[in-house]
């Protein structure tokens, strides 16, 4: 009987002894579960902190790249800006520095599209009638200045005098005989000219800077002459007066058919002229 109380109480004490360790068992599982769990969090944190730190890292570089071209582009366009400045600078140099300049024979004032006049005077030339005379018609100033040989002369001069109207029809029928004005004329917005007989317009891409009528000498003067041109509507020199003082003389010039091809030209007609620009 007692043996069989023994044999219970083992039973009971080796049951307990499983369940505990059994007990155990699980606790130490769960400890180990709850272990794993903090390491792969933390594991996963470092990681996910690892991360981010590449990415600032490389965003900041891409941003100091970015820093880097935006300081490269604002030099060039600083260079370009420069290199405008500069150009736009020689430009107004060269707009400055080019000009043209021409007569404006028959008027005392300048067109006014963009000239300035650089002095008003008296149209002037050799005598008609001298077979020494120079060719050319002159623009005389009105404020001669003397150079210290004045009054120095020598026997055989060439001489200067002042200019008529001749031709009494074409320039003004009450201009026979009454002195040339003529005006020196310059624009800085083109640099060449060019006088061209027989047009009354420029060619295209040309600004006009007056047109008129072709004058020259008379045909059975002495004296050679040149041809120029007299503004459409001419103008007596103030003061001139109207005698018939002669000297370098306007006339009109007509077309002569033959070695002058006609057409497109006219037998006897009276030349027109145009001074042009570009
Ligand atoms: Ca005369």
Known sequence: MASSNFDQDNVVRCKMNRRDIALVFIAVLVLIQGAVTVYIIVANKQTTNGELQTKLQMQQDEIEKQ???NKKQKDEIKEHQDKLTSIYSELEKAKTNQGVVYVRWGRKDCPGNGTETVYSGYAGGSYYNHAGAAVDYVCLPPDPSWGPKK???SYAPGYMYGAEYE???LFNKNYK???VPC???RSSNQSTSIMIPARTTCYTGWDEAYH????????SHVAASQYVCVDEIPQALIGGGSSDDNGKLF???RTRCGSLKCPPYEEDKVLSCVVCMK
């Open 183 to 185: 005006a020196v004329c």
């Open 251 to 253: 006339y009109q010039v």
């Open 151 to 153: 009054d120095i002369r």
């Open 177 to 179: 005989n009454k002195d």
């Open 212 to 219: 008129g009528y072709l004058a020259s000498g008379y045909n």
């Open 167 to 169: 031709d009494e029809v």
């Open 67 to 69: 820093q880097d071209e």
